[in-house]
């Protein structure tokens, strides 16, 4: 029984917090658009049979987002946008965390603290404070100025330049983190043993650093990719008009357009899309201790 109750609690807050909310979007996306609150007609009922339930599906709101060139090319760009973003993540982070893993022990709970400083602080004032450094009289164009190095201020605001600052910055520590949990569970012996048998360091780091650290850099690459492909904060204040990402035109779509229906294809469209990281990323996390054993 005890058993029962540990395993049946996750799968009931899973039921309650995501199954329900998805059938529910899932069924305003089989529905009709109108004019009325909520701004859409119900067509699915489960009082007339199984028969009566089928005839009545309605996937007209699907079959739009297949002709509509927009949305489309969202999910493209927001997918494009993700993976450069991830990809600049794994680029500082891997020798912040090298960097941490390498560090003295007596330091490395301070370096950690650090890394997940920013958590400290709302999200939202966060971005809000790349508004203010990237804007053309900011912090940013002020000190390069300053510097030298440029005569007129760049123009970095409302731009993708600034998402994938705002991304990067904002998705940083959640690669940083696993990346040095494998690190830091490195045996120096092995590294050790490869330049006694001949290797540089630097072959030493990318023959046996590198490879043993795979699983931190996949888990890192996936919790960021993942969030970020559904972004729509960072896109919507610091990128421009000619940023386009799912997030936004979700957002669009139920708050400008009231098209509640077409919104629901949207984010049904958009979760089946990240399940298959999502689903990759457990597989890779049930290989990591079978690797280990």
């Given at each position: 029984?005890?058993?029962?109750?540990?395993?049946?609690l996750?799968?009931l807050?899973l039921?309650?917090l995501?199954?329900?909310p998805?059938?529910?979007v899932?069924?305003i996306?089989?529905?009709?658009?109108a004019?009325?609150i909520p701004?859409y007609?119900?067509?699915?009922?489960g009082?007339?049979?199984i028969?009566?339930f089928?005839?009545?599906?309605d996937?007209?709101?699907?079959?739009?987002?297949t002709?509509?060139d927009?949305?489309?090319?969202?999910?493209?760009s927001?997918?494009?946008i993700?993976a450069?973003s991830?990809?600049?993540t794994l680029?500082?982070g891997y020798?912040?965390?090298y960097?941490?893993?390498?560090?003295p022990e007596?330091?490395?709970?301070t370096?950690?603290m650090?890394?997940i400083?920013?958590?400290?602080?709302?999200?939202?004032i966060?971005?809000?404070?790349?508004?203010?450094?990237?804007?053309t009289e900011g912090?940013?164009?002020?000190?390069?100025?300053?510097i030298g190095?440029i005569n007129e201020p760049?123009?970095i605001?409302n731009?993708?330049?600034?998402?994938?600052?705002?991304i990067v910055?904002?998705y940083?520590?959640?690669?940083?983190?696993?990346v040095?949990?494998?690190?830091?569970?490195?045996?120096?012996?092995?590294?050790?043993?490869?330049e006694?048998?001949?290797?540089?360091?630097l072959q030493a780091f990318?023959?046996?650093?590198v490879?043993l650290?795979?699983?931190g850099i996949?888990?890192?690459?996936?919790?960021?990719?993942i969030?970020?492909?559904?972004?729509?904060?960072i896109?919507?204040?610091?990128?421009g008009?000619g940023t386009?990402?799912?997030?936004k035109?979700?957002w669009?779509?139920?708050?400008?357009?009231?098209d509640w229906?077409?919104a629901?294809?949207v984010?049904?469209?958009?979760?089946?899309i990240?399940v298959?990281p999502i689903v990759l990323?457990q597989?890779?996390q049930q290989?990591?201790?079978?690797a280990e054993h």
């Open positions: 029984m005890r058993r029962f109750v540990l395993i049946a996750p799968y807050w039921l309650l995501f199954l329900v998805f059938a529910i899932l069924k996306a089989l529905s009709d658009t004019v009325a701004p007609t119900p067509v699915l009922g009082g007339d049979g028969g009566a089928l005839r009545q599906l996937f007209e709101n699907f079959v739009w987002l002709e509509d927009l949305y489309w090319k969202a999910y493209l927001s997918a494009r993700a450069v991830t990809g600049l680029l500082l020798p912040i965390a960097g941490m893993a390498r560090a007596e330091w490395r709970p370096l950690m650090l890394v400083l920013p958590f400290w602080t709302s999200f939202l966060r971005v809000y404070a790349w508004m203010g450094i990237l804007s912090f940013l164009n002020q000190a390069l100025i300053w190095v760049l123009t605001l731009t993708n330049t600034a998402v994938y600052i705002g910055y904002t940083l520590p959640f690669m940083i983190l696993p040095y949990a494998a690190l830091d569970r490195l045996d120096d012996s092995l590294i050790e043993a490869a006694d048998l001949g290797c540089s360091r990318w023959l046996v650093t490879p650290s795979r699983n996949v888990a890192g690459c996936f919790l960021v990719f969030p970020a492909l559904g972004e729509f904060v896109p919507s204040l610091l990128g008009s386009l990402m799912i997030g035109v979700l669009e779509e139920f708050f400008s357009n009231r229906p077409v629901s294809a984010a049904v469209v958009l979760l089946l990240l298959v990323f597989r890779n290989k990591q201790p079978e």
